[in-house]
């Protein structure tokens, strides 16, 4: 598959080098061995490896999802080689410290070359993403003698990673998980217990597999405050870093999914007796970070996974434009409205207004959803690097009030742009020849894991907005307004359509003033139960909020430059600012309105 049929290079470039302008980064001593060449050549890398090993088994790992005989987990053989392909070029690392071998590239730029990836095969993509995050925890929590045991087979794709939060009993509701921890002499624990919907949970594409384990140590308190993190690999790492006897990690099963299959997804028994390293019962787990902090540990990586899910949901989206928009243009069906002449020939059906339409909203909702990752994105690097304190600060506040929305707008609205794929194709985006639906099976999996649309609603109003004396909202506040007041000073007469951006401005300091109205309204009560039954609505007004402020800011980025390339981002930025802003009045007149149906209606009446 061509990499232009997966993402636009352009835009991809665009967004990097003329809206985020992400070799500025280079003047800072963490990237200072890098400059736009190094950039541009890693994504190159990316989009031709992307294109060449994962691309052509991803409808073939939908067909041959893995298989359990009983013991031993089968997954097509493409998958290794495109894993092993990805780990020869150095790219599991790509965003890690030098001197762990990793090669210090930007966030933004590293997750810019990783959406390649996810949109030729999310589900092979998953394996490296899980490995990723679970590196980058052990770098920033685990000793430094757990570091150099664990995490180079990672770098080098020898081992992989996974993250063990939810189980059967307890779903999301961490607060319930129920996995013992019992105490060693030696130090280690031994864990006894059972964790469900584990992506990447046990295969044989590597040597090992550490999974980090949210579990109880006995005797802590009941609730997330007595949760502990452990890292207990499938097979058990000496002191010497080689991999030993087998850890008593058991497969118990697999989980079928409607999309997202060639990612194998498991239920793993811990301490079931199976396995008996040393000859004792339960499953050796090295404790990471300090006891009863587990879960706050186990953001970095849910975090981490958290806009690496929004990610994914953007690159499926967005490969699906970019295939419904090759079919329209290539597709002749139909003749022009107001045709006059019986005998002159069909047309493309992107001559078609309404084919227009559901191809601009998707390129609205898909090229929106890659400016804000990677926005994101950028924010982590100036988190980590910025010179000013103050400046490292606020973009980690910033980055807080907007991973609820990273992770769940593109899982809605791109998967939107999936479904818009599929109704350009016809008849035949329906079938499995044409692949679009297999991206909608894909992509229908991101409002739910990493915390599914309601979570990340209650995180957003019930913590992001109003903590610390609603601090993250008025961080968010701040970036938007400087964004209307540039839109404000710049020269746009380059729209000769007549678009008046200061109107648009206008628009989104007012959704954005009603946003904050509203969210205060909710909280006139001061409890929980009543202020948050309408979240979602605050979630979704806050995402498309966030989005309008996105696309104004590259409306400016593109202001007084020629060409097709700017006129469709001014014509997709019209589109989200005329036609999908408007929708933000509804959702918070309904959050402001403090409607208790969710609350009051019974049961017994569903």
């Not at 679009?436 to 609603?457: F, K, M, S």
Request: charged share 20%; glycine share 10%; net charge negative.
């Amino acid at each position: 598959m061509s990499p232009d049929l997966l993402l636009s290079r352009r835009d991809v470039d665009f967004l990097l080098h003329e809206w985020l302008r992400v070799a500025e980064l280079c003047e800072r001593p963490r990237y200072a061995e890098h400059g736009r060449e190094t950039f541009d050549a890693v994504l190159e890398l990316s989009a031709e490896l992307a294109a060449e090993h994962f691309a052509p088994h991803n409808a073939l790992s939908d067909e041959n999802e893995p298989r359990f005989d009983g013991t031993t987990v089968t997954i097509i053989p493409e998958v290794g080689k495109a894993l092993k392909a990805f780990a020869d070029a150095g790219l599991i690392g790509a965003g890690m410290d030098e001197e762990v071998g990793g090669g210090q590239l930007p966030r933004v730029v590293q997750q810019a070359c990783f959406a390649w990836f996810q949109a030729a095969n999310i589900a092979t993509s998953g394996y490296p993403m899980l490995t990723m995050a679970n590196a980058n925890l052990l770098l920033a929590h685990a000793s430094a003698e757990q570091v150099e045991r664990f995490v180079p087979p990672m770098l080098d794709g020898r081992w992989f990673g996974t993250m063990c939060l939810s189980e059967p009993q307890a779903g999301s509701s961490l607060a319930d998980v129920a996995t013992r921890a019992v105490r060693q002499p030696d130090g280690t624990f031994r864990l006894f217990g059972n964790k469900m919907w584990i992506s990447g949970g046990d295969h044989e594409l590597g040597d090992n597999i550490v999974h980090l384990v949210l579990a109880r140590v006995e005797g802590a308190p009941p609730g997330v405050k007595g949760l502990s993190l452990f890292a207990t690999p499938k097979y058990v790492v000496g002191a010497d870093g080689e991999r030993g006897e087998r850890n008593d990690v058991v497969l118990a099963g697999l989980n079928h999914k409607m999309g997202f299959r060639g990612t194998v997804n498991t239920v793993l028994n811990f301490g079931e007796g199976v396995h008996r390293p040393g000859g004792a019962p339960g499953a050796v787990g090295e404790l990471v970070g300090d006891e009863g902090r587990g879960l706050a540990v186990m953001f970095h990586m849910m975090n981490e996974a958290r806009i690496g899910v929004g990610a994914g949901a953007v690159a499926l989206g967005y490969t699906g434009y970019r295939r419904a928009l090759d079919y329209a243009r290539t597709r002749v069906q139909g003749r022009p409205l107001g045709a006059k002449d019986p005998a002159a020939g069909p047309v493309p059906i992107v001559e078609h207004a309404d084919v227009r339409r559901m191809l601009l909203a998707a390129k609205s909702y898909v090229e929106g959803g890659l400016a804000l990752v990677l926005r994101a994105a950028l924010l982590l690097d100036d988190q980590l690097t910025h010179p000013s304190n103050d400046e490292r600060a606020r973009a980690g506040a910033l980055l807080d009030v907007l991973t609820p929305i990273v992770k769940s707008w593109p899982s809605q609205w791109c998967l939107a742009a999936n479904d818009l794929a599929i109704q350009v194709h016809g008849g035949y985006g329906y079938t499995r020849e044409y692949g679009v639906e297999q991206l909608y099976r894909d992509n229908r999996l991101n409002p739910i894991h990493e915390g599914t649309h309601g979570i990340q609603a209650l995180d957003l109003l019930g913590r992001k907005l109003v903590m610390d004396r609603g601090r993250g909202l008025q961080v968010l506040v701040d970036a938007i307004r400087a964004t209307t007041a540039r839109a404000r000073a710049t020269d746009h007469a380059d729209l000769t359509d007549g678009t008046d951006v200061t109107a648009y401005a206008d628009a989104v300091d007012a959704a954005l003033d009603r946003l904050a109205a509203a969210v205060a309204t909710a909280w006139e009560s001061g409890e929980p139960r009543t202020s948050l039954v309408n979240a979602a609505s605050a979630l979704e007004a806050a995402g498309h909020v966030v989005l309008a402020w996105v696309w104004l800011d590259q409306l400016v980025a593109v202001a007084g430059k020629a060409g097709e390339f700017y006129d469709g981002k001014r014509a997709a930025g019209r589109y989200f600012l005329t036609h999908e802003l408007p929708k933000v009045g509804p959702m918070l007149d309904l959050l402001a309105s403090g409607d208790q149906l969710f609350n009051e209606v019974d049961p017994g009446w569903l």
